[in-house]
C-alpha cells in the first residue's frame, strides 16, 4: 500500500512540475505564506528566488530520521537567517522583495536538494514535504517568468572548510574552473543567460569584472571562483552545485540561471551584524549583476 501511495505521489510531482505554460497570477504585492507546518514561501516582486534547503532545525518525533546508506545529514547553520537579513535588506535598501522557499525541517528528517527517494529515505509520509517545497521553487519561478524575461535562482548553503571564502556553483567541477576550456557550456547552470546575452562567454561569467564572485570578493567577501581567485588549488575541497541548481537551471526552465552558494561561517554566517553585512554585500552585488549581464534594470522591478 505504502510503495503504491509513494509512486502515485512521485508521478504527481513530475508531472505537476513539467506544466510550465499554464497560466499564473502575477503578484505585484509581497507576500508570505506557510505551504505546510515546514514550507515557508515568499512571494516577491522582482526576478530573484532564493532556495534554503538546509537551514531547518525541527525535529519532529513523529517524523523518523533519514537513515538510507550515504546520505548527508549536516545542518547549515543560519542560513535561513540569512535569507532574513537578505529579505529585511532587500526592503530596506530597495524597496523590493525577493521570491524564497525554506524549509523548518532539519535535514536528519529531510533534504530538500536531493531528488524525492534520497531525500525522504523512501519514507512516502514525507512525500507530501518534498512534493510542497519543489512546487513552491516551481510556482515562484513561473510568476518571475510571467513577468520578466530571465530569472536569477539561488541555492543557499554554508560549508566548513578550511578556506574562508564564498564557494560558487555553475555545475562546473574545480579541475575545469582550473582548465576552462574543458567546459562544457551547456551543462552549466548559466547556460540559458549565455544564450541571452551573447556579449558573455564563460570566463567574464565566471571570474571577469562582473562576475558575482568578483563582485562579492570587491565588497570583502572573498569566493571562489572569481577574478582575485579563479579556481580552487589542487585538494581544496569545493562544491559545485546539487540538485535543485541543476533542475532549476537546466532546460526545462529556460529563463533560469544561478549558481549554488556555500557560505563559510566566520564573518558571514556567524552572528546577526555580520549577516546583515553580507546581505548588503550579496544585493548590492547582485544588483551590479542585472545592470551588467542582463537586459534587466533593477530600477523597473516591483513595478
Not at 499564473?24 to 516577491?44: C, F, L, N, R, W
Not at 512546487?135 to 530571465?150: E, F, G, H, R, W
Not at 559545485?240 to 541548481?245: I, L, P
Request: glycine content about 4%.
Amino acid at each position: 500500500m505504502y510503495k503504491l501511495l509513494y509512486s502515485f505521489l512521485i508521478l504527481v510531482t513530475c508531472f505537476s512540475c513539467k506544466k510550465k505554460d499554464a497560466p499564473v497570477e502575477v503578484k505585484t504585492v509581497p507576500s508570505k505564506k506557510m505551504i505546510d507546518a515546514y514550507t515557508e514561501v515568499q512571494y516577491g516582486n522582482m526576478p530573484l528566488v532564493i532556495s534554503v534547503p538546509h537551514g531547518g532545525t525541527t525535529v519532529p518525533a513523529s517524523i523518523p530520521d533519514r537513515t538510507c546508506p550515504g546520505i548527508t545529514t549536516a545542518t547549515d547553520i543560519y542560513t535561513i537567517e540569512m535569507l532574513k537579513a537578505i529579505d529585511s535588506v532587500c526592503y530596506a535598501d530597495y524597496q523590493l522583495k525577493p521570491y524564497y522557499v525554506f524549509t523548518n525541517l532539519k535535514r536528519i528528517k529531510i533534504d530538500q536538494n536531493r531528488e524525492i527517494v534520497e531525500a525522504t529515505c523512501s519514507n512516502p509520509a514525507l512525500a507530501i514535504y518534498w512534493s510542497n517545497y519543489h512546487l513552491s521553487l516551481d510556482t515562484c519561478i513561473n510568476m518571475i517568468a510571467a513577468k520578466y524575461p530571465q530569472c536569477l535562482f539561488i541555492d543557499l548553503h554554508g560549508h566548513g572548510h578550511t578556506k574562508q571564502r564564498l564557494e560558487l556553483g555553475y555545475l562546473i567541477t574545480a579541475s575545469q574552473l582550473r582548465n576552462t576550456s574543458t567546459i562544457n557550456i551547456s551543462s552549466t547552470s548559466v547556460f540559458s543567460l549565455l544564450q541571452q546575452n551573447s556579449l558573455l562567454n564563460i570566463n567574464q561569467v565566471l571570474s571577469g569584472t562582473n562576475a558575482f564572485g568578483t563582485l562579492m570578493a570587491n565588497k570583502n567577501f572573498p569566493a571562489v571562483p572569481s577574478q582575485q581567485d579563479v579556481a580552487p588549488l589542487v585538494g581544496d575541497l569545493f562544491f559545485d552545485g546539487g540538485y535543485n541548481t541543476q533542475r532549476y537551471c537546466s532546460s526545462l526552465y529556460p529563463k533560469v540561471f544561478g549558481w549554488q552558494i556555500e557560505s563559510n561561517y566566520p564573518g558571514v554566517r556567524d552572528n546577526i551584524a555580520n549577516r546583515d553585512v553580507f546581505a548588503k554585500a550579496f544585493l548590492q552585488s547582485v544588483m551590479q549583476y542585472y545592470t551588467a549581464n542582463t537586459s534587466m534594470q533593477p530600477s523597473t522591478f516591483g513595478k
